[in-house]
């Protein structure tokens, strides 16, 4: 029986007791996972009790940190860390897939919490980039689309007329339990608050302060209130 069937097998087990299987964990994320990991010296890294799959993890810079929690499951990723004192963090049963998480210059930190699960696509990826000492949070028990982007910089820079530049990067927060539609965009400064749902193709330029509600358009706005959102499909009943 080869590793990788050995580690879908015995996954619950193995999810359960971590320690007692983190040498299994780490044998497989380094053989048969095919990830590629560059630029480690000087840097953090812990993941061993997480499942990854052929994920590029490069540091270009000392002193940062990629830590992924327990029972996280990493597939078709890239962690891209350009800079110094930098940190990524993966909570604890997330699950990533065709996501690309990218950080520039020093002291930045991308971080998505335990349960959150962020599904991207081969040819849609889902993009969270970080820059200039900011940081994007993503709380629990969320669910991410494919081809979201969430960055907290413009990319270039804006400038008045004697050249002084006027558009300065800001953190992006989202809160826990937050349903974002295939291909939304969160633009820099914008936070989320919990229990929210983001349409599809929405482009959030402003903070959602209200809980319970679904917002879309570009730009977003609340559409309705006193709504949730769950994982199943449920039937849909005429009381």
């Known amino acids: 029986m080869g590793l990788k069937t050995v580690v879908k097998k015995h ?3 193995m999810h359960d007791e971590p320690e007692k299987y983190r040498w299994i964990f780490n044998l497989y994320n380094h053989t048969v996972g095919r990830n ?34 327990q029972g996280a499951q990493i597939q078709n990723c890239v962690f891209r860390i350009m800079g110094n004192h930098n940190r990524i963090f993966v909570g604890r049963d997330a699950t990533l897939i065709c996501v690309e998480l990218w950080i520039s210059k020093d002291k930045n930190q991308i971080s ?14 889902t993009h969270l980039a970080a820059i200039e000492g900011t940081e994007i949070s993503v709380g629990k028990d969320c669910m991410i689309s494919a081809s979201v982007e969430i960055r907290t910089a413009d990319g270039h820079s804006i400038v008045d007329l004697e050249g002084k530049r006027v558009n300065p990067s800001q953190s992006v927060h989202i809160g826990d339990h937050v349903w974002m539609g295939t291909g939304v965009v969160c633009t ?3 936070e989320i608050t919990d229990h929210c749902i983001v349409g599809t193709r929405s482009v959030v330029t402003k903070s959602i302060t209200e809980r319970y509600c679904a917002v879309g358009g570009n730009p977003a706005r609340v559409l309705r209130e006193g709504l949730d959102w769950r994982r ?8």
């Open 232 to 239: 199943e499909l449920m039937e849909v009943t005429n009381d």
């Open 36 to 69: 590629k990991i560059r630029g480690k010296k000087g840097n953090g890294l812990d993941i061993c009790c997480a499942k990854m799959d052929r994920t590029q993890i490069y540091f270009a810079g000392t002193g940062n940190e990629v830590i992924v929690e």
């Open 11 to 13: 996954w619950a087990r």
């Open 188 to 190: 820099k400064g914008v």
């Open 112 to 125: 998505l919490g335990a349960g959150t699960a962020v599904i991207g696509k081969p040819e849609y990826p």
